[in-house]
C-alpha cells in the first residue's frame, strides 16, 4: 500500500484541528481546536493566540473534545459556540461553555468551566499569545489590577522571570495608528517568556506561578474567565503588504565557523547503538555525548559500552555525567573517575550538573538543596585533572538562565532545547525558530564568548522538568513532552533538524548534538516508519551534510522569508555548499544567489516514495529551485 502524503511528511496519518479563516472588517482569526489563532489586524499578526487551556497535574495537555460547534457570520460580525470537555489522566472531566464573537473592532472570548468531580490541575484558563517578531524590545503597557499604568518594554534578551505580573491588561502599538488593548478578567494573569523554551511568543496566563500547583478544582463550582480584544485608532491606516511568493537569499561570505556534529549515546540503547556503530563513522560525527546517570542505575557496563563505541569510531567522548550529590563530592566523584580509569574510556571531555538540576524550579518555589555549583565544578577538575570541564544544564535553556552557572572554572557552557515543551502542532514546533535565535543571543549576552556546545536537542522530550516524567506516545500522535515524536522520522525531522542548525549558527556553538543513534532519538528507521527499516532516517543525510561542512568557512544565509525557508552554506576545498529547509507543508519558490554548474540534491516525498535510498547529486543550470513540503536540498558549486 502506498503511504500517504501525511506519513511522508509526518511520520503519522494522524490529522491536525482544521483551521477556519474568520474575517470581520480588517481583523481576521484562524478558528482551530475551539481556540483562536494568527489573529491579525490589517495584516499585520497582533496576537499569536487566544486559547482556553487545561493542564493535568504534570502540566500535560488535556486535550479537549469539542461538540456543538456553531458559527453564525452576520454583516456586524461572527458569533461563535460550543462546549468542550477535558479529561485528565485520573478520568476527571471539566466541562467549558465557550463563546467568541468577533467584530471589526475586536473580539471576546468567554469561558465558563464546571468540574463534575474535583480535578487536579497545574492550570486551568486562558493563555495569551503576543508574537516575538517585532515586537522584542518594544513599548508596552501594561494595567496592573488596581488600575496603575506601568510603561515598558517587552523584553529583547530572555527575561529567566516574569516580566509582568498582576497584569489586567496590556496594550502595544500594532501598526502606525493602531494600539491594540488585550484585556483579561476573571483572574491574576502573569506573563512569562516563552522564548526560554523556544516558543515564539511571550505568554500571559492565568494563575501565578508562586502559588501552589497543582491545584483542585472543586466539583460543582463554575468559574468564569474572559479575554477582550479591541483596537484603538489614532491616525491613518496602512495595510501591511503581503510577502512575495517567491523567497530571495542573500549571503554572506567568511561568517565564522560551524560546529563539529555531536550524537548522543544512552546506555539503554547499547545493544542496538553496537550494531550500528559503523554509522558514526559514515556520518562524519566526531563527538559522543554519553549519558550517565547514577540515580538511573547507570554504571561500570555504561562505561564499557562507551569506550567500545568511542573505539570503533574514532569520535572524541564528552561524559554527561549527573552528580547525585548525596554524599561527601569527593566520594561521588572518586568513584566515577576510578570507574572511568578501570573501564578504559578516555574522555575529550566531562559535563556534570547536579541531578536535582534536571528539575525546574518555577517562580516562587524553593531551590532543591544542593552543593554550590563552584563546589561541584573544584570536585570534578580534583577527580578529572587536566580533563576540560563543561556546565550548564543538561535539561533547556530555561533552568540555565534561571540558575546562571559560574562559568569561570569552565571550558564551554551547554544546554539543551525541546521544541514541545507547551505545544506540539506543526506550525507551532516551526514556529521555535523565531526563539531560538534569542536563546543564543542570551546565551552569548550571559557568558560571553566561552566555548559553548548545544544539546542533544530533538523534536522529542527525553526528559521532562516540569513533571514526574515525559509522556508516553505508543500511538504516533502530536503530543506535549511526549518521549516519542513520529515527525522525528520524517521530512519535517529533516527539516527541522536544518534549521535548528541554520538558526544557530550565528553563535558559533562548537559542538552541535541533535540526534542520538539508536532509539526514538535516534538515526535509524523502526518498522512503519517513512524509510525502510533498518535504513537512515531522513534527518541522517542532513546531519551527514551538516558534518561534511564542519572545516569549512560558514556562510551567513538570509532568506526574505525566514518563517518559510531557513539555511546555512560553509565554503570547503573550493566549493561552496548551501543547505536549505522548508518550514512550511506547501511548495515554495527560493531564488538563488548564484546559478550554473551547481549539483543539487533534495530529500522530499519523491524521494522517500523511491525508497529512500542514497540521495544522489544532478545537475543544476536554474536561477531558482522550488522545495516541496517540508523538503531540504543541498546546493554545491564548484
Aim: proline content about 7%.
Amino acid at each position: 500500500m502506498m503511504p500517504s502524503r501525511a506519513f511522508l511528511l509526518f511520520g503519522t496519518d494522524e490529522r491536525e484541528p482544521e483551521a477556519r479563516r474568520i474575517e470581520v472588517g480588517r481583523l481576521s482569526a484562524d478558528l482551530v481546536g475551539g481556540n483562536l489563532r494568527k489573529i491579525r489586524f490589517a495584516g499585520r499578526e497582533v496576537l499569536r493566540a487566544i486559547s482556553f487551556l487545561v493542564r493535568d497535574r504534570d502540566w500535560g495537555t488535556c486535550e479537549a473534545q469539542i461538540e456543538g460547534l456553531n458559527v453564525e457570520e452576520g454583516a456586524s460580525g461572527t458569533r461563535i459556540r460550543y462546549t468542550a470537555r477535558f479529561k485528565a489522566p485520573d478520568g476527571a472531566a471539566l466541562d467549558c461553555r465557550a463563546a467568541i464573537e468577533l467584530g471589526p473592532d475586536g473580539l471576546l472570548f468567554d469561558a465558563r468551566f464546571t468540574p463534575k468531580r474535583d480535578f487536579e490541575t497545574a492550570r486551568a484558563g486562558f493563555a495569551v499569545l503576543h508574537p516575538i517578531v517585532g515586537l522584542a524590545g518594544r513599548p508596552v503597557e501594561v494595567e496592573h489590577s488596581d488600575g496603575s499604568i506601568e510603561k515598558s518594554v517587552f523584553p529583547d534578551l530572555i527575561e529567566p522571570w516574569q516580566p509582568f505580573k498582576d497584569i489586567a491588561a496590556i496594550t502595544h502599538e500594532v501598526l502606525p495608528g493602531v494600539k491594540a488593548e488585550c484585556r483579561m478578567i476573571g483572574d491574576v494573569f502573569e506573563m512569562e517568556d516563552q522564548r526560554n523554551w523556544t516558543d515564539g511568543s511571550y505568554k500571559t496566563y492565568v494563575r501565578p506561578l508562586a502559588l501552589p500547583w497543582p491545584y483542585v478544582l472543586e466539583a460543582g463550582e463554575t468559574v468564569r474567565q474572559s479575554v477582550r480584544l479591541t483596537f484603538r485608532e489614532t491616525g491613518a491606516i496602512v495595510k501591511e503588504a503581503e510577502a512575495p511568493a517567491e523567497i530571495s537569499l542573500s549571503v554572506r561570505r567568511d561568517a565564522g565557523s560551524l560546529p563539529a556534529i555531536g550524537i548522543g549515546l544512552r546506555p539503554d540503547a547499547a545493544g542496538e547503538d553496537l550494531r550500528n556503530v559503523r554509522l558514526l563513522t559514515r556520518l562524519g560525527a566526531r563527538h559522543l555525548i554519553c549519558h550517565f546517570d547514577p540515580d538511573a542505575g547507570h554504571g561500570a557496563a555504561a562505561l564499557s559500552h562507551f569506550r567500545h563505541m568511542a573505539e570503533a569510531s574514532a569520535c572524541a567522548v564528552t561524559l554527561e555525567y549527573f552528580v547525585p550529590c548525596k554524599r561527601a563530592l569527593a566520594d561521588e566523584f572518586g568513584e566515577i573517575a576510578d570507574m572511568v580509569r578501570k573501564s578504559g574510556l578516555e574522555l575529550a571531555s566531562i559535563a556534570v550538573s547536579p541531578s536535582v538540576d534536571r528539575q525546574s524550579t518555577p517562580p516562587g518555589s524553593a531551590w532543591p538543596e544542593c552543593p554550590p555549583l563552584e563546589e561541584v565544578y573544584a570536585a570534578a577538575q580534583v577527580a578529572f585533572p587536566g580533563v576540560p570541564l563543561g556546565g550548564g544544564m543538561f535539561s533547556y535553556f530555561t533552568e540555565l538562565n534561571r540558575k546562571r552557572v559560574p562559568a569561570e572554572r569552565l571550558a564551554y557552557v551547554s544546554h539543551c532545547t525541546n521544541p514541545i515543551v507547551h505545544a506540539a502542532d506543526d506550525l507551532s514546533v516551526m514556529q521555535t525558530f523565531e526563539a531560538l535565535g534569542d536563546v543564543t543571543r542570551s546565551v552569548r549576552a550571559i557568558f560571553g564568548r566561552k566555548p559553548y556546545r548545544i544539546g542533544p536537542s530533538t523534536i522529542a522530550m527525553r526528559q521532562n522538568p516540569y513533571g514526574s516524567a515525559t509522556k508516553d506516545n505508543a500511538f504516533g500522535k502530536r503530543i506535549a513532552m511526549a518521549n516519542r515524536d513520529p515527525r522525528h522520522n520524517a521530512l519535517f525531522g529533516a527539516a527541522w533538524t536544518l534549521a535548528y542548525a541554520a538558526t544557530v549558527a550565528g553563535a558559533e556553538p562548537e559542538v552541535l548534538t541533535l540526534s542520538t543513534l539508536a532509539g526514538p532519538f535516534g538515526l535509524l528507521a523502526g518498522a512503519g516508519e517513512p524509510a525502510e527499516a533498518g535504513r537512515p532516517r531522513p534527518l541522517f543525510h542532513v546531519l551527514r551534510w551538516l558534518a561534511q561542512l564542519s572545516d569549512g568557512e560558514r556562510i551567513a544565509v538570509d532568506t526574505s522569508a525566514p518563517d518559510r525557508v531557513l539555511g546555512l552554506g560553509a565554503a570547503v576545498g573550493g566549493t561552496t555548499t548551501l543547505l536549505l529547509a522548508n518550514l512550511t507543508p506547501d511548495l515554495q519558490t527560493v531564488t538563488l544567489p548564484e546559478s550554473g554548474g551547481q549539483r543539487l540534491t533534495v530529500l522530499d516525498e519523491a524521494w522517500l516514495r523511491e525508497g529512500a535510498k542514497e540521495p544522489e547529486a544532478r545537475a543544476h543550470a536554474g536561477a531558482s529551485i522550488v522545495l516541496s513540503g517540508y523538503a531540504v536540498a543541498r546546493i554545491v558549486t564548484a
